[in-house]
């Protein structure tokens, strides 16, 4: 955007050093870009929702408006979609080279989605009823990944072939300033509000997925000390000390980073799901969640349930030899059977930490497996359970059978007598 009103600011002079991964107008760009995302952190996550609407409304039409502009001005697909060998000067893959090629890109978008997958229900609980976020995970979600996936290779395919002497323009804002250096004044407008509405995209997607669940989870730990503001103000200084364009601006390690998203929070996610569906069943006793001493069933060891850090280490282990060796490929070198072992860690991490969950707790129950409160004591009783309750106020006992089925309690297995009273 700033280019695009001062076009000397893509010239402008680089005082960073050659091992910066960064230039000066890059950096400028992201402090701006920090120092106007900072304030909207202090909003509340429920008066989001507009905004987001919004931001996605704008760019989804300026990304197909960039794709048909591209598919016009060069004809067909391009040459990266067509002979995607020729542009790389390598030979085609075929048979196993070709499969794990593509499990490793899997399990690569399944971790840049990783920390979304585990972290939904930060979201979710807002919705007005439980089973209103389940459409948009299903359908919605795929079909925008899809569709941006294609359309940015697409585009980038087609920028190969009327800007021959570029490099490969992946990266968004490369590409429009390749469309203002190409296109002379007349692009500049174009370029400016294409600019405008990915910025707002993406400072919805800084915002929500890194400030705001940063954040939660900062709260969460520390909530003596520490509310979701102020962790998402943590979160964004942290974000500036960690260098994050030494990751963005070298294309293996910006790979490995995501990939190490699967690696690290596969485990977490299968015994999440395991513990809440397989093991509990669904039952909670929600007032035990918030008794914060040894009366509580989840208090186990401090607060702490070892059997989660244990499954946890045991299902990561297998991942981190391939891990290592592609983030530091020139010093560390493992067998090529740990690379695909890596190449497949999301998806193997998960079910095996699940299994090793399974098993462990069905070998020993937890406290209170099966059990939920006796009293609606956070108003969240469905009709069965209220009625339920209202018995046994009454002094009827249920059998187990009743306790779990909703027809039962509508007078199958409770006589006349009990239901009316």
């Given at each position: ?175 429009l300033e390749a469309i203002q250096t190409n296109g002379g004044n007349g692009a500049r407008a174009a370029v400016f509000f294409a600019a405008f509405a990915f910025m707002l995209s993406q400072m919805c997607v ?99 349930n070892i059997r989660a850090p244990i499954v946890w280490l045991l299902s990561v282990w297998p991942s981190l030899p391939g891990f290592f060796a592609s983030i530091t490929p020139d010093t560390v070198q493992v ?87």
């Amino acid at each position: 955007m700033i280019g695009a009103i001062w076009p000397s600011f893509y010239n402008l002079k680089n005082t960073f050093g050659p091992n910066a991964a960064m230039e000066t107008n890059e950096f400028i760009s992201f402090i701006i870009f920090w120092t106007i995302s900072l304030p909207v952190l202090f909003l509340r996550p429920e008066h989001y929702r507009i905004p987001a609407i919004i931001s996605s409304v704008v760019v989804t039409i300026a990304a197909f408006a960039i794709f048909i502009w591209a598919l016009v001005k060069q004809g067909d697909v391009g040459p990266l979609w067509k002979t995607p060998e020729v542009v790389y000067g390598t030979d085609r893959l075929t048979g196993s080279q070709l499969s794990w090629a593509m499990m490793r890109m899997v399990t690569s978008g399944i971790g840049g989605w990783a920390g979304g997958i585990l972290y939904q229900s930060d979201f979710s609980r807002y919705a007005v009823h439980p089973g209103d976020q389940m459409w948009g995970q299903i359908f919605i979600i795929p079909i925008c990944l899809f569709g941006s996936n294609i359309l940015g290779i697409i585009t980038t395919s087609c920028a190969r072939g009327f800007y021959p002497d570029e490099p490969l323009l992946w990266k968004l804002y490369d590409l429009l300033e390749a469309i203002q250096t190409n296109g002379g004044n007349g692009a500049r407008a174009a370029v400016f509000f294409a600019a405008f509405a990915f910025m707002l995209s993406q400072m919805c997607v800084n915002v929500v997925a890194c400030g705001t669940v940063g954040g939660m989870d900062l709260a969460a730990l520390l909530p003596r000390y520490l509310d979701i503001r102020r962790g998402s103000v943590l979160i964004a200084i942290i974000g500036i000390c960690i260098n994050p364009w030494k990751i963005l601006n070298t294309a293996n390690t910006f790979i490995s980073a995501i990939s190490g998203y699967a690696v690290f929070l596969g485990p977490l996610t299968g015994i999440m799901l395991a513990e809440y569906y397989l093991i509990r069943r669904r039952k909670l006793k929600l007032s035990h969640l918030y008794l914060p001493d040894s009366r509580s069933d989840y208090w186990f060891i401090s607060g702490l349930n070892i059997r989660a850090p244990i499954v946890w280490l045991l299902s990561v282990w297998p991942s981190l030899p391939g891990f290592f060796a592609s983030i530091t490929p020139d010093t560390v070198q493992v067998d090529q059977r740990w690379i695909h072992v890596y190449y497949m860690s999301w998806l193997l991490e998960f079910f095996t930490s699940a299994a090793l969950w399974v098993t462990w707790n069905t070998l020993s129950p937890p406290p209170g497996l099966g059990e939920i409160d006796e009293k609606d004591v956070y108003g969240t009783f469905g009709p069965a359970e209220r009625r339920i309750e209202g018995l046994r106020s009454l002094g009827i006992g249920l059998e187990e059978d009743d306790m779990t089925d909703e027809s039962s309690v509508k007078g199958g297995s409770i006589d006349e007598r009990q239901a009316e009273a």
